[in-house]
């Protein structure tokens, strides 16, 4: 994301950056100078060291050289005996001190003698132990002695006195001077030798070994050196404390180092012989990679590189040292860059204190001047903000002495009304949601916004312009007619405007004021007009409008016109839309209702009455003043949702099957079966008539057989007449009309014609069930056969567990045609599987309500039309709601259906109840807590029974109640959740 900062910062940053710049190039340059300079300094130190290392090692050796040369030219080097090499003590003693180096001075002889003096404590830590207390020398010599080798240890003072003198026949057998390489490379040169610096077997300690041939030829002077002290010389001269010096040979091992301890390496191997660390054994990081370096210098007199360990740099320098008669010799200094460069990072922050100090004194007059600059374009970049926020509620008021920000402050002022303007003008359309009522608020705004006299706006349909709204500049309607205009001959200026396709200025010609009628004739001073053509997203023109000015219309006024039609067009179009599709959905609600009410000719209206009680009730709630529902108020969405709840309450019944909903007598399905037993009964009929003939041919008396013959055919047409009349349905049926249904059902008739031939397929799978009797067959005059009844599909049961809280028995059977049966329904004409068949259209309601994609404001829908058969106490159906879980729009229409239902004239099954029989009735619906007793007695305060009896109900119908009497009854429910 990129960062945009206020002009101040970015003049400031300016001026700070420069400084920033200045001073880092001064600390950048003298950082490098500086640099330069302890680099070449720290290569001079380094040269010096190694020069100073060079002259230590010559400074230690010379001494001991003078001393093996004059030790060399002593008797002792021609001596035969240990008595004789003694003589020589003190000489020798004094040639050792000359030099504190020297460890020890010794003589090996042709025989195989030796003879050395040594200081205590140059030896091995062994031999230093065996010591007594107060020896300084120790005397090492091995003597021939009758053919035999005699070793002997004497332990000296420093006065020479004998302390103690130890037999050593282990030293003089495993020590002989004539196979040593000193004795060797000595004996064989005519000068004096120098060994390599080595580690001294004995002591562990580095030192080199100076040998040169004596007494003729016949023995050989040795001296050894020690040179611990070059380590701690070098340890000395470090350049900066966290420096490292190492002296090495050509192979990388440590002669000389700060740390002894650390040179010496224990050998893994079971003779125990110790060895010298190479350099990358240490244990010093920045000397691991140079070993390859030194074993690689070869004839180099030096090498300075760079070496970075763990993140660390160093500097470092390998310089050769030439010592006479020794292989060279190499000292290698690793200085850390972090304390080399020490003195240029002091520069750095010196510098950097520097350019801090005079930024910390710039700061101040640089903000100053910055802020003069760019106050007044924060004030206007704040007005700009409160213009993004949509802040208008005052003007820009700003003065400045810079012209261009001046020029500017007027222009966001005028951009800030008209965008003022503009949202006003958008907001209250688009708050506007009724069609009717957009129009002439649509054109009283633009009229407002425009500055113009007068308007009117058309609605373009058929290649028509229809006047929707003509007002003035103080929202009145222009009086007098206005015609509709063709779109091909709308008049010089309206007609440019409409061809071309954008809003036109000009003044009115007569053609124009001709084609706008007689309701402008009093708009005389209006000589300018402006025509706006309306189109939509796809160009397609959907109206037009006309400003009525007093004067010339500049360009300004013009584009913001322009702009405010696009967007009034996009609104016409889009609240057009919305209103076609409501209207559409209208249109679909009322036809699906016709149509549920053309499917039965006794419940005709039902559908249509309901919304309008309902709608009765819920105004008589909104207008209450007092009592539960003083509060109580709809806004047009909950109208609009009420309205299609009440047309479609009964939008399940489309799946209830026709004969079912119509079914007038018991034995109606399809057709009414009532004639298939009467036919029954004309058989058994024609049966005694046949019988009795064929009697009195066989001889019996004709008389007995007519009166018995007319007694049986009466008690026939009396069964029938039962029969039909238990068909007829009623409030109540007897257990004894009962009885005597099984009793006719006890005589039988002969059927002689098959019958599963001629039926669907469906009816003869139902026969099936049973074998096929032989013909003639004698059946039961009422019967309830197998084929009589429809079993229950699985798409037809309800799950405990359904999603839409479904709470209804069903019966086991989809259908029970049994004739038996269904001429037992004790009330009305319904078995109880019809019974089911019918509530289910209030299962169906729900279902397809919740399937539809109601919008935000119309979801209260399915809750409305699918609790009117619900009661208060929770035992109505389909979901068993209580009050307190129903809306009161809800429990309304449970009000509205009741009422309807029980004076309606056209069931099928009753006849419509008069007022106070309704009334008496819901009074004791309310009292059981079937319906709400509030609204109950909301119904009947404000009359609204009254006023849907003057309009629904028959004459004769209406009667005289007492409503005090039934409010009485009232009872007060708990409050509603």
Known sequence: MRYRYPLHIHISTLFLALIL????????????????????????????????????????????????????????????????????????????????????????????????????????????????????YVVQSIEQLGGQRQGRFIYLDSALQTLRDDDRPDYAAAYDPRDRIWYKQGLASRTQVKTAPYLFFSSRRVGTTLASRAGGGRSVVGADILLDTLGENLARQKVTPGSVMVLVDSQGHVLAYEEA????????????????????????????????????????????????????????????????????????????????????????????????????????????????????????????????????????????????????????????????????????????????????????????????????????????????????????ALAGELPSLDVARAGPLLGAALTDGVARANRLQPEDIACLGPATANLAEASHAIAVPLCNRKSELVGAMILLCDTATD???????????????????????????????????????????????????????????????????????????????????????????????????????????????????????????????????RDA??????????????????????????????????????????????????????????????????????????????????????????EALLADKPEHVFARRPQDRMPENNRWGFRMPVPALLYNRGELYNLSVARGTLSAEERYKINEHIVQTLVMLSQLPFPRHLRQVPEIAGAHHEKMDGSGYPRQLRREQMSPLARMMAIADIFEALTAVDRPYKKGKTLSEALAIMSRMQQEQHIDPDLFALFLRAGVHLDYAREFMQPEQVDAIDVERLLATTLRPPPAV
């Open 261 to 476: 301890s650390r040179m010496v390496l224990a050998s893994p191997a079971s003779d125990g012989k110790p060895s010298l660390a190479r350099i990358d054994e240490l244990g010093v990081p920045a000397l691991v990679p140079l070993l390859p370096v030194v074993r690689k210098m070869q004839d180099e007199e030096a090498q300075i590189l760079g070496v970075t360990v763990s993140g660390n740099t160093w500097r470092v320098s390998v310089n050769r040292l030439l010592l006479e008669g020794v292989p060279p010799l190499y000292l290698v200094t690793a200085i850390p860059e972090s304390e080399l460069m020490a003195g240029a990072l002091r520069v750095i922050q010196h510098s950097a204190s520097a350019t801090l100090l005079v930024l910390l004194l710039t700061i101040p007059l640089t903000w100053l001047l910055a802020q003069s600059i760019s106050r007044s374009l924060r004030r206007l970049a704040s007005e700009a903000e409160a213009i993004r926020h949509f802040e208008f509620s005052r003007p820009i008021a700003l003065e400045s002495s810079i012209k261009e920000v001046t020029e500017l402050v007027l222009t966001m002022d005028g951009m800030k009304r008209t965008i003022h303007r503009f949202l006003d003008i958008s907001e209250t359309v688009a708050a506007e949601q009724n069609f009717d009522r957009l129009l002439p608020r649509l054109l009283s705004d633009t009229l407002s916004a425009s500055g113009a006299r007068a308007g009117v706006l058309y609605l373009a349909e058929d290649g028509q312009l229809n006047p929707a709204a003509a007002l003035d500049d103080t929202g009145s």
């Open 689 to 778: 008539e046949i019988s009795g003939l064929q009697a009195i041919v066989a001889g019996t008396d004709a008389e007995s057989v007519h009166r018995r013959v007319a007694a049986e055919l009466q008690r026939l047409d009396d069964d029938f007449a039962f029969v039909a009349s238990c068909n007829e349905g009623g409030e109540f049926m007897a257990p004894e009309s009962i009885d005597r249904l099984r009793s006719i059902a006890t005589r039988t008739w002969l059927r002689t014609l098959d019958d599963r031939i001629g039926i669907s397929r469906e009816e003869k799978l139902r026969k099936a069930r049973t074998p096929c009797p032989k013909l003639p067959v004698v």
């Open 555 to 685: 360009s300004s006024r013009l584009s913001f016109v322009k702009a405010l039609s696009g967007t009034a067009a996009v609104s016409l179009e889009s609240k057009a839309l919305i209103k076609a599709q409501k209207d559409l959905f209208e249109a679909f609600i009322q036809l699906l209702a016709t149509a549920i009410d053309a499917k039965s000719p006794y419940t005709g209206g039902h559908c249509a009455r309901v919304p309008e009680l309902t709608k009765m009730l819920a105004r008589a709630a909104c207008a209450a003043s007092s009592g539960p529902y003083q509060d109580f108020q709809l806004t047009e969405d909950d109208w609009e949702a009420l309205h299609v709840a009440a047309w479609l309450h009964d939008c399940g019944k489309v799946t209830t099957p026709e004969y079912v909903v119509d079914k007038a007598t018991k034995l109606e399905a399809i057709h009414d079966r009532i004639h298939e037993i009467r036919m029954r009964f004309e058989v058994l009929k």
């Open 21 to 136: 710049l200045v001073g880092g190039v001064l600390g950048g340059i003298g950082y490098q100078l500086s640099s330069n300079l302890l680099e070449e300094s720290a290569a001079d130190l380094t040269a010096r060291i190694s020069r100073a290392a060079l002259l230590e090692m010559r400074r230690i050796i010379e001494p001991a050289e003078v001393a093996a040369r004059l030790l060399s030219l002593q008797r002792v080097t021609r001596a035969t005996s240990l008595r004789e090499r003694l003589d020589s003590l003190e000489f020798i003693r004094q040639a050792l001190d000359s030099s504190p180096a020297l460890s020890s001075l010794y003589i090996g002889y042709e025989n195989g003698d030796f003879f050395l003096l040594g200081r205590i404590g140059h030896g091995s830590v062994s031999e230093a132990a065996r010591a007594p207390a107060g020896a300084s």
